[in-house]
């Protein structure tokens, strides 16, 4: 058993060095007890539960460019034995068994927000503390605390513009700490680490993530080019043009903030930043911060409820007439509806493991309205399929479009897939590219191709019905269905 003092810095959805709070505090109370850093990442069943393919296939990626990045910082001090430790299993369980193997003294990480983690984490700290050990957390992963942000009442918000101007009164968030310039690593021999291919999160059962490996470069280099790239060149048009699929103005940080291996204080300021060196594009800057302060409201309303995934806000809904049309939900996962839109975003989706947002409500909008199927479906499938698939934003944005949510649109306002499209993607650029079937269709039908003329259908090259679907459910026909049946829940209720 090695003597030197130990100090587990546990990593979690906070894969990166830099503005790493829990890291920072490892690293200075293993140099101020002239001690050793052990950066652990454990798969147990909390954090196994929430991946899907695509998260799966992000993690193994995100985890290998960690264990990278701390070979780097060790390199002053090298070791024989891995960097970064993996394990697999009860989180609890694991600690404990690296504790009793090692002269394991204190333990860190960041905070997490969902019900299983709070719970885990509570656990863990109030056992370990009983033990004399030192145990902390920290806030890394928000800007503002679920329970700093409260209401003059002193409740929680369930509204979005109340919480954000609650938060702007708050001090600006801190600045980012650099990451640590070497760490001096733990170098004892434990039983049960797990090699990464042993995690077992690749794709199965053949390689199937070609296109999102072409999309996203995964991992803490990957998040600050991406951000830099996004600042320097698109945020000047995000307030404009950040609903436009067809011109992809926006982030793409959403995975790279749902593993951590960006902050958002980091985002933050670097928008900040760019308000303060470009004074007239202020507009544009706030604009995007305050999409950063929807994943803030989305996990302040993820810590209070009860459980977002399952129960709806609103109470009512609970007696929803939800159909069970499996052929319709295929046909919208396929890409198959026979509204342009739609199946361009669930085959960009598919494709890449991405989707724009302004898509994903339309597609969302079509399969809990227009197909009355349970938004939990729609959850269950972007939670397999999204390489962002996070506890808070799924839930809470599926919650959004099936009205039941908190400060959800009236159920009754239902997105037009063909009038959503004509106006976010005009020239149809964005269809084309994912629908490639209407490619040579006609702008004035490229949303609507059912009510081309057969001559016209025939000069594109589409055989409706045959090279292209007919749409799943009349757009008039499938809103007048929903809203029927949103009065039949209102009965019920
Ligand atoms: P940008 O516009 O560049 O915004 C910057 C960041 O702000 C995003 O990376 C994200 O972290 C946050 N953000 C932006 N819009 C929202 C929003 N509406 N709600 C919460 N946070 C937001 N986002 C996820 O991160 N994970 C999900 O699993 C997820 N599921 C969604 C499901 C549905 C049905 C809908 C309608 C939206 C969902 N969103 C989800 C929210 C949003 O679509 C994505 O965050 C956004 O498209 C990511 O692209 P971006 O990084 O370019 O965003």
């Known amino acids: 058993m090695t003597q030197r003092p130990i100090a587990i810095m546990w990593f979690r959805n906070d894969l990166r060095l830099a503005d790493n709070p829990a890291l920072r505090a490892a690293v200075k109370w293993a140099s101020e007890h002239d001690g050793a850093v052990l950066p652990v990442f454990i798969l147990d069943p909390v954090i196994d539960g929430q991946l899907g393919g695509a998260t799966r296939w992000w993690l193994e990626k ?18 024989k034995t891995p960097s970064l430790r993996l394990f697999h299993g009860d989180a609890h369980g694991v600690l404990e068994t690296i504790i009793g193997s090692c002269n394991v003294k204190a333990v860190f990480w960041n905070r997490l927000y969902d019900k299983p983690s709070t719970e885990r984490d509570t656990d863990i700290k109030s056992a370990l503390s009983d033990r004399g050990l030192t145990c902390e957390s920290f806030k890394a992963n928000l800007l503002f605390e679920p329970w ?38 733990c170098d004892a021999d434990l039983g049960d680490e797990v090699s990464l291919s042993a995690l077992d999160l690749g794709p199965k059962p053949f390689d199937w993530a070609g296109g999102l490996a072409e999309r996203f470069t995964p991992g803490e280099q990957g998040a600050k080019d991406q951000l830099f790239d996004f600042i320097d060149d698109r945020l000047v048009d995000y307030a404009d043009l950040r609903d436009r699929p067809d011109r992809r103005v926006t982030s793409e940080l959403s995975p790279h903030l749902r593993f951590g291996e960006i902050s958002p204080y980091q985002v933050w300021h670097s928008a900040n930043h760019y308000a303060d060196a470009h004074p007239a594009q202020g507009k544009t800057a706030s ?38 049309d499996q052929d319709a939900l295929e046909r919208w996962q396929k890409g198959q509806t026979g509204f342009p839109i739609v199946d361009a975003g669930m085959r960009e989706l598919w494709h890449t493991g991405y989707m724009h947002n302004r898509v994903r409500m339309i597609v969302g909008s079509v399969l809990v309205k227009h197909l009355l199927i349970h938004w939990r479906a729609g959850l269950a499938w972007f939670d397999d399929t999204l390489v962002d698939a996070c506890p808070a934003n799924n839930a809470f944005s599926w919650q959004w479009i099936g009205g039941c949510g908190a400060d959800a649109a009236p159920y009754f306002r239902i997105f037009n897939p063909v009038l959503q499209g004509e106006k976010f993607d005009p020239a149809g650029d964005y269809v084309r590219q994912w629908v490639p079937e209407l490619r040579d269709m006609p702008e004035q039908y490229i949303h609507k191709p059912w009510e081309a003329s057969p001559l016209i259908l025939k000069a594109a090259g589409v055989r409706l019905g045959t090279d292209y679907p007919e749409p799943v ?12 049946a949103y009065q039949d829940m209102k009965q019920a209720a």
């Open 62 to 79: 995100s985890v290998s460019a960690l264990a990278q990045g701390i070979d780097g910082l060790a390199a002053k001090s090298p070791t």
């Open 473 to 484: 459910i009349g757009v008039k026909e499938g809103r007048e269905r929903a809203l029927s």
């Open 148 to 185: 700093e942000v409260k209401t003059g009442n002193g409740t929680d918000f369930k509204v979005y513009s109340p919480f954000w101007r609650a938060c702007q009164k708050f001090p600006p968030p801190r600045t980012p700490i650099a990451a640590p310039d070497t760490i001096a690593l």
């Open 287 to 324: 604009k995007f911060m305050s999409e950063l302060g929807w994943r803030e409201f989305a996990h302040h309303i993820l810590f209070h409820a009860k459980d977002l995934r399952s129960v709806p806000l609103q109470g009512q809904f609970a007696h929803f007439p939800w159909s069970e």
